[in-house]
């Protein structure tokens, strides 16, 4: 059930959602008697999307996540482990498709392997199941784990841990497949914008981590000429806002160390 609600919620609070319950209520009202306070909600919904459109309001607020935890940190000669967070495949279009099928996350995947390859030493975790609280068997873990053997990972060396559906469910069951507690040089690979909360999860579950950031978000100057810049902008703010509820969510809940964890 608090998975479920957490979903409902996570749901609820994306830009998109907002944005379609305001204009709603905006239209509403506009063909009710209280038109007046239609015409001025949906006056200010086209004024604030002007602003996000036209302003670098977010990818200001988007590279203030990103930038918590430093890009490709100095690594020690011996690593235990690497942890690559789900969060790449499309599980349903992959089972309908019969092959892999990944969504913009992907480079965790990539990341994950390259590292795997310049530390032969260490263990790799891929951590993830079933995100979807309606469909429990369309796992992430059983398309990627083959992935990464694809990709070159010799199979002794995965860990696979099938059964988490967030961020809090990463963390504390994949803490039970290691041998070594969590306590040893683990490396954790998620996306810029998520690694904040993945962090204070994980250091608050016992993992002793290293973070390391990829599939950024901000940096450079869009391609005007191939983006439709619009919608990006939208976009990213969704999944910015979506990581800054979880941020406070996860403190509420206790599964995190710190509101904005930071680095050690």
């Not at 319950?21 to 509403?28: I, R, Y």
């Not at 914008?193 to 901000?218: D, E, Q």
């Not at 983006?227 to 910015?240: A, K, P």
Request: charged share 20%; hydrophobic share 45%.
């Amino acid at each position: 059930m608090d998975y479920t609600a957490s979903k409902l919620l996570g749901l609820l609070t994306t830009s998109g959602s907002v944005l379609t319950l305001a204009l709603l209520a905006g239209t509403l009202l506009l063909w009710s008697r209280r038109w007046r306070l239609g015409r001025a909600l949906l006056s200010c919904i086209v004024l604030v999307l002007a602003a996000l459109i036209f302003l670098p309001i977010q990818p200001m607020v988007t590279g203030r996540l990103e930038n918590r935890f430093p890009a490709a940190p100095a690594l020690p000669d011996h690593i235990d482990g690497i942890i690559v967070l789900g969060g790449m495949v499309r599980p349903e279009t992959s089972r309908a498709r019969g092959r892999l099928t990944l969504n913009d996350a992907a480079e965790r995947l990539l990341e994950g392997a390259h590292l795997a390859h310049l530390h032969p030493e260490a263990k790799v975790l891929f951590t993830g199941g079933s995100p979807n609280p309606w469909d429990p068997e369309a796992r992430e873990s059983d398309y990627a784990g083959q992935a990464l053997i694809e990709m070159g990972i010799e199979p002794a060396r995965l860990i696979i841990e099938d059964r988490s559906r967030n961020t809090y469910e990463n963390a504390v069951f994949s803490l039970k497949l290691t041998p070594d507690g969590g306590k040893g040089t683990w490396i954790l690979v998620t996306s810029a914008l998520h690694m904040p909360r993945s962090v204070g999860v994980f250091r608050k579950a016992g993992w002793t981590v290293i973070p390391w950031p990829c599939n950024y978000l901000t940096g450079g100057e869009p391609e005007w000429a191939n983006e439709d810049v619009t919608i990006s902008r939208l976009y990213f703010l969704s999944r910015t806002v979506h990581e800054m509820v979880g941020l406070v969510y996860y403190r509420l809940r206790g599964w995190s160390d710190s509101l904005f964890p930071a680095p050690n």
